[in-house]
């Protein structure tokens, strides 16, 4: 195989994981099955990701730059990613266009190479053109499709662009100091000695300056901290859990907010999640905090298949959804839904609410929780639970607000959605 430069190397690889999202298939899976080995893999990540974040102004400029789709996949992909390295990094045109070129020797046998060099190359010398057009375009402008554009214009009237900006960029790298085993002033302190610029949020959120790998996080592999973005960590607080109750976490994995609970009270916790793979994330989590839970692997509908009768005086309703407050942290995913699946996890967001306050003792709180700017799946989900649920009423979760949390995203926090629910 043709050995290639490392930045040919990456516009490759990132090629072929672009490729896959496109055809559907998750990002995250195919990172993990490509085994790109460290410098390679981060490399490759930010090209992608970057791709990603941009992929509604690359296939709108690739329509215009191509008389008709390449048939191979990954051609497409290394064009993408090509084109939003050129668009991030002008002044190096040059060297990657020239990288692209060589990246592209090594997909069939070296055909695609004259393609490659001369859409690029056109990029360049119309790129003013092509840029003013792209930028009168809603879905290439915004660099989301155009039903989650109009979702959050209805949703979020006076906030939509900040929604859709925010999911364009870099996420936070946030960290949630374990509170059995050091302090904020502590571990600031030991970020500082290791060089690591980061400022402390609140008594248990540090934000750095810039992102780490956690393996150059001091303390880390000790159990000092855990990565958690500062919205998820709302969670806890809202909860109100003190020592001695029976608390649920329900869809757990990977057990952050699990953990944050055990940080905050001695509570005998119940970690649920349905799925076998990501609720041994929560074991192993645990297990580095120094932090112990009783897990179960089922589905939260299906109670009768895990819950023992005792009741609950604290849930959190941890729901799947739709992940739009995340999506500059899971870029593919804006591609990869479609309006209908919100639907769908509304549904589902429903019929798991439901099940769970069989659960909750008279008297008892269940947290709402989505990592959702959607209104479907976030206000109107709740007042539809309080409409069936004559026994459940809201309460306040902050002093600013009258009922629920929502946490839009912003340069701190991702966007994530609260509603604090009590049963007679």
């Known amino acids: 195989m043709l050995m290639l430069p490392p930045l040919a190397e990456s516009l490759h690889a990132a090629a072929g994981l672009i490729a896959a999202v496109i055809a559907g298939r998750n990002f995250d899976t195919v990172l993990a099955r490509a085994g790109l080995p460290g410098p390679l893999r981060a490399a490759t990540m930010d090209l992608a990701y970057s791709t990603l974040r941009a992929f509604g102004r690359g296939d709108f400029l690739l329509d215009r730059l191509l008389a008709r789709a390449p048939k191979d996949a990954a051609v497409r992909g290394l064009l993408l990613v090509a084109l939003a390295r ?32 001369g859409v690029l190359r056109n990029f360049l010398r119309r790129r003013a053109e092509l840029l003013a057009l792209a ?29 859709l900006a925010a999911g364009n960029s870099h996420p936070p790298l946030c960290l949630r100091v374990n509170r059995r085993r050091t302090s904020a002033i502590d571990f600031l302190a030991q970020l500082d000695a290791a060089g690591i610029a980061a400022r402390a949020l609140d008594d ?10 956690v393996e150059r996080i001091p303390g880390f592999g000790a159990g000092l901290c855990s990565v958690q973005d500062w919205g998820a960590q709302a969670a806890a607080g809202l909860l109100d859990v003190a020592d001695g109750m029976r608390v649920l976490d329900a869809c757990a994995a990977p057990g952050g907010k699990a953990a944050h609970l055990l ?13 076998v793979m990501r609720a041994a994330r929560i074991g192993d989590n645990l297990q580095r905090l120094g932090l112990a839970a009783t897990m179960k692997v089922a589905d939260a509908r299906a109670v009768d298949a895990w819950w023992d009768g005792r009741a609950f005086e604290r849930i959190l309703a941890d729901v799947p959804c739709s992940a739009s407050g995340v999506v500059r942290r899971h870029p593919d995913a804006k591609w990869l839904r479609r309006a209908a699946d919100v639907a769908a996890f509304a549904a589902t967001q429903q019929a798991i609410v439901d099940a769970l306050w069989l659960t909750l003792a008279p008297g008892g709180k269940m947290l709402y929780a989505t990592c959702s700017v959607f209104a479907q799946e976030n206000a109107r989900q709740v007042e539809a639970f309080l409409g069936r649920h004559a026994d459940a009423r809201q309460l306040k979760t902050q002093e600013a607000t ?14 994530f959605y609260f509603a604090l629910l009590q049963k007679a």
């Open 86 to 117: 050129l668009e991030a990094r002008p002044d190096e045109a040059h060297t990657t266009v020239d990288q692209a070129v060589t990246a592209a020797a090594r997909l069939g046998k070296g055909q695609f190479k004259g393609l490659v060099n």
């Open 135 to 163: 930028d009168a375009d809603a879905v290439a402008r915004w660099q989301h499709p155009a039903w989650w554009i109009a979702r959050l214009q209805q949703d979020h009237p006076q906030h939509w662009e900040g929604i």
């Open 204 to 213: 248990t959120a540090i934000l750095l300056d810039k992102p780490l790998p």
């Open 263 to 275: 940080e905050s009270a001695d509570i005998e916790l119940t970690a649920l999640d349905a799925d």
């Open 402 to 415: 009258t009922s629920d949390a929502h946490f839009l995203p912003d340069a701190e926090h991702d966007g």
